[in-house]
């Protein structure tokens, strides 16, 4: 079973940056897709990003390519994501989430794939 804790998010103005990150433990070689999702109030939740832990391809939500970079530092299970030119909209709740494939490749960002979470680390962009 994978655990995750994220940290990070905060409060920043439209344009500015910042980063979350997210550590998975439970286990030393981590074969699984990580991804990072959000929930605004009132809204489902939707992804962001995905990569595979070891081999394949990042997955971007249209909404955040050339704003958001996925990354994965295998060496400690952890996942990043930088924020960067954050607009009002990009306000939320952000998960981390992940699910074991042993096979690399693209990895999906439909929530229903994923059965790990971590608690959530909010970001809020005032205009």
């Known amino acids: 079973q994978v655990r995750l804790l994220e940290s990070g998010g905060g409060s920043v103005q439209a344009g500015g940056s910042l980063r979350l990150s997210c550590v998975a433990s439970?286990?030393?070689?981590?074969?699984?897709?990580m991804g990072w999702f959000r929930q605004a109030s009132g809204k489902e939740r939707e992804g962001v990003a995905a990569a595979h832990t070891r081999v394949g391809p990042t997955s971007y939500a249209d909404s955040v390519k050339g704003r958001f970079t996925i990354s994965i530092d295998t060496a400690k299970n952890v996942l990043s994501l930088q924020l960067n030119n954050l607009k009002p909209e990009d306000s939320a709740r952000y998960y981390c989430?992940?699910?074991?494939?042993?096979?690399?490749?693209?990895?999906?960002?439909?929530?229903?794939?994923?059965?790990?979470w971590g608690q959530g680390a909010q970001v809020t962009v005032s205009s």
């Open positions: 989430a992940a699910f074991l494939r042993p096979s690399g490749g693209a990895c999906p960002t439909d929530p229903f794939d994923y059965s790990a």
């Open positions: 439970g286990d030393t070689y981590l074969r699984a897709c």
